[in-house]
Nanobody
Framework: QVQLVESGGGLVQAGGSLRLSCAAS????????MGWFRQAPGKEREFVAA????????YNTDSVKGRFIISRDNAKNTVYLQMNSLKPEDTAVYYC???????????WGQGTQVTVSS
């Protein structure tokens, strides 16, 4: 099991930027695919982006591609989500999660709130 702690959320105006961080501990970080998810009030949790140990990334193209960038620093056991051109509809609790290559996302952080005002 890997322990995950998110940080970097907050209140930002539309058009602004935030960078979320997720610090991992407990297992070998580079063995895991890391993902970001979000959940808005009254909605289901939604995949945002994921990144493999060697930096290959995927995005929820409908909502964030071109505005969000996922990255990781294996030396620091940290994954990041750079969020640009934020919109009010990006308002949600953002969660970091980890999975093995052939597994599901079983390890989750506690979440960090992102609020975008119009």
């Amino acid at each position: 099991q890997v322990q995950l702690v998110e940080s970097g959320g907050g209140l930002v105006q539309a058009g602004g930027s935030l960078r979320l961080s997720c610090a991992a501990s407990g297992r070998t970080f580079s063995n895991y695919i890391m993902g970001w998810f979000r959940q808005a009030p009254g909605k289901e949790r939604e995949f945002v982006a994921a990144i493999t140990w060697n930096g290959v990334s995927t995005y929820n193209t409908d909502s964030v591609k071109g505005r969000f960038i996922i990255s990781r620093d294996n030396a620091k056991n940290t994954v990041y989500l750079q969020m640009n051109s934020l919109k009010p509809e990006d308002t949600a609790v953002y969660y970091c999660a980890a999975r093995r290559t052939a597994g599901n996302y079983n390890d989750w952080g506690q979440g960090t709130q992102v609020t975008v005002s119009s």
